[in-house]
């Protein structure tokens, strides 16, 4: 897939709560459904040949999987609050990408970082192995309120949570492990030469 598909594809994914917002504000409900279908089956024909180093084809089929099994429950119940339920089964399916992670000898978090670095040190894999647990809370509490903001049935809280606030939050937890990573990695460097001194 082309980096530019990539970029595309994440934006028509990210962008799932608003499309479902308006999609029941202004579209019939065959129309709406018909469109995350597509976007399902995009997610399907465009993902990489290979899988890469953090499990993503396996996650991306799922959760291509899983819209098309709410998309096809909407459409039998003939309602749409089957979609206000997607937010909740992506964090499950990313809890269980991460936790099962947790029991194999690399963490995802560590495969991302070997990436990068291939020889990480003893204390790099204790703290990749801490941030992938960070992760795996991080989807939980969001995924509770997801489930929360699915069972109020307010479309518009449900919007804003889902389609906003939960990102907010996701990049400060990126942004806030990005400026812990450098402090870890500035204090190792800094104990490992007192020890060659």
Do not use: H
Not at 3 to 31: D, K, N
Not at 78 to 92: H, Q
Not at 109 to 138: H, K, M, N
Not at 174 to 189: D, M, Q, Y
């Amino acid at each position: 897939m082309t980096r530019l598909a990539q970029v595309i594809l994440v934006l028509v994914v990210a962008a799932y709560p608003f499309a479902v917002y308006f999609g029941i504000q202004f579209l019939s409900l065959g129309y709406l459904l018909a469109m995350l279908l597509a976007v399902a089956g995009l997610r399907l024909l465009l993902m990489p040949a290979q899988k890469n180093a953090a499990g993503g084809r396996l996650g991306a089929g799922a959760l291509a999987a899983i819209l098309v099994v709410i998309a096809a429950a909407s459409w039998l119940r003939g309602d749409s609050t089957g979609l206000l339920w997607y937010p909740v089964l992506v964090n499950l399916v990313m809890l269980g990408i991460f936790a099962f992670s947790l029991t194999q000898p690399r963490s995802l978090i560590e495969r991302l970082a070997r990436v990068r670095e291939p020889d990480l040190p003893p204390s790099g894999v204790r703290y990749t192995r801490r941030v992938t647990q960070v992760w795996c809370g991080f989807f939980v509490l969001n995924g509770a309120v997801a489930a929360a903001t699915a069972l109020n049935g307010d479309l518009e809280v449900w919007t804003l949570y889902n389609g906003m606030i939960a990102y907010l939050l996701m990049g400060a937890l990126l942004t806030g492990e990005w400026l812990v990573r450098r402090k870890v990695r500035a204090n190792a460097s800094a104990a490992a030469g007192k020890e060659a001194a």
